[in-house]
């Protein structure tokens, strides 16, 4: 889980990010995260979790790493008279959470500021968990599908979906063909590691099996997104709040600009009479407690 940040930053300074690259959201970052990051970005997972969540009765739900709120209004139409926890590590994030779930009715909820693994809530005290974006790392999907295990009743459902594998392959290949050009070869392996650390969706299921869950179904969509320019890419918002972030992380280029900088104008080359895409694979797995 990650702390809170403080003031927004400054162009030229990286966004602060916790230990699994997940940027820490200021009052600023907050507002531009639920404004063009979920409708654009976060929703392609959103949607894909809500048609895999079971309906029922006097439903107890946890959202893990909730950042804004979303999509707690469709969770609650959707199982009406839940009541919902969300943790995040964001003050800010949590305070929209909580404006924006006062305007739907007859929600139940709280939101709960966390900032470290396990979270703070009793064992077996829910129906359902979800997590919206999970960590490339499979070390911290370990620990998140664990803790989703932990607090889920007997024949509770998990709802897990990430970005897996050939996601932002466009960029790792840019990276690749930079570390070939400066004979980078840690970077080259890096990017390598970092890529096969996403599952693939047969395997992304396998890891709820694995951690003790039955019934366990997956669901993929080929999703695109698409940039005019490298610019454009590297100053969207769910660029910055969201890709990048954990891709400096997981690759060790927080103080190392030029990587990213050859991707910039590699995009600017390579694309230069058309948007750049690049590639999501979105990716939903769901699984029931075993009793």
Same mark, same amino acid.
């Given at each position: 889980?990650?702390g809170e940040a403080?003031?927004?930053?400054?162009?030229?300074t990286?966004?602060a990010?916790?230990?699994n690259?997940r940027? @820490?959201l200021?009052?600023?970052?907050?507002?531009?995260?639920?404004?063009?990051v979920?409708?654009?970005?976060?929703s392609?997972?959103?949607e894909i979790?809500?048609?895999m969540? *079971?309906?029922?009765?006097?439903?107890?739900?946890?959202h893990?790493?909730? @950042?804004?709120?979303?999509?707690? =209004?469709?969770?609650? !139409?959707k199982?009406? =008279?839940?009541? /919902?926890v969300?943790?995040? %590590?964001s *003050?800010?994030?949590?305070e929209?959470?909580?404006?924006?779930?006062?305007t739907i009715?007859d929600?139940v909820?709280q939101?709960r500021?966390?900032?470290?693994?396990p979270?703070?809530l009793?064992?077996? !005290?829910?129906?359902h968990?979800?997590?919206?974006?999970?960590?490339?790392?499979?070390?911290?999907? %370990?620990? +998140?599908?664990g803790?989703?295990?932990?607090l889920?009743?007997?024949?509770g459902?998990?709802?897990?979906?990430?970005?897996?594998?050939?996601?932002?392959?466009e960029i790792?290949?840019?990276?690749? &063909?930079f !570390?070939?050009?400066?004979?980078?070869?840690? /970077?080259?392996?890096a990017?390598?590691?970092?890529?096969a650390? #996403?599952?693939t969706i047969?395997a992304f299921?396998? &890891?709820?099996?694995?951690? =003790? $869950?039955?019934? +366990?179904? *997956?669901?993929l969509?080929?999703?695109?997104?698409?940039?005019?320019?490298g610019?454009?890419? $590297?100053?969207d918002?769910?660029a #910055?709040?969201?890709?990048?972030?954990?891709?400096?992380?997981q690759?060790?280029?927080?103080n #190392?600009?030029?990587?990213?900088?050859?991707? #910039?104008?590699?995009?600017? !080359?390579?694309?230069?009479e058309?948007?750049?895409?690049?590639? *999501?694979?979105?990716?939903c797995?769901t =699984?029931r407690?075993?009793?």
């Amino acid at each position: 889980m990650i702390g809170e940040a403080g003031s927004a930053p400054s162009d030229k300074t990286l966004l602060a990010v916790a230990l699994n690259g997940r940027v @820490r959201l200021g009052s600023s970052e907050a507002a531009v995260f639920e404004t063009f990051v979920v409708p654009r970005y976060m929703s392609m997972f959103g949607e894909i979790a809500l048609e895999m969540l *079971v309906e029922s009765e006097e439903a107890q739900v946890v959202h893990l790493d909730c @950042r804004t709120g979303y999509p707690d =209004g469709a969770i609650a !139409a959707k199982l009406p =008279g839940a009541y /919902l926890v969300g943790v995040d %590590g964001s *003050v800010a994030a949590l305070e929209l959470a909580r404006a924006k779930a006062a305007t739907i009715p007859d929600v139940v909820s709280q939101y709960r500021l966390v900032t470290e693994w396990p979270v703070p809530l009793p064992d077996a !005290a829910f129906s359902h968990a979800l997590l919206l974006h999970a960590s490339g790392d499979a070390s911290d999907r %370990g620990q +998140v599908i664990g803790e989703c295990a932990r607090l889920l009743a007997a024949n509770g459902q998990a709802v897990v979906a990430m970005p897996t594998r050939g996601s932002f392959q466009e960029i790792g290949d840019l990276l690749r &063909e930079f !570390a070939l050009k400066t004979d980078d070869a840690a /970077l080259g392996d890096a990017v390598d590691s970092a890529e096969a650390g #996403r599952p693939t969706i047969e395997a992304f299921g396998a &890891e709820l099996a694995i951690a =003790g $869950f039955d019934f +366990v179904e *997956v669901a993929l969509r080929e999703e695109v997104l698409r940039f005019p320019s490298g610019r454009d890419f $590297f100053e969207d918002p769910l660029a #910055r709040l969201v890709i990048l972030p954990e891709m400096r992380f997981q690759l060790n280029l927080e103080n #190392r600009p030029g990587p990213l900088d050859y991707v #910039r104008e590699a995009i600017d !080359a390579y694309w230069s009479e058309g948007d750049f895409e690049l590639t *999501v694979n979105v990716g939903c797995t769901t =699984g029931r407690k075993v009793a």
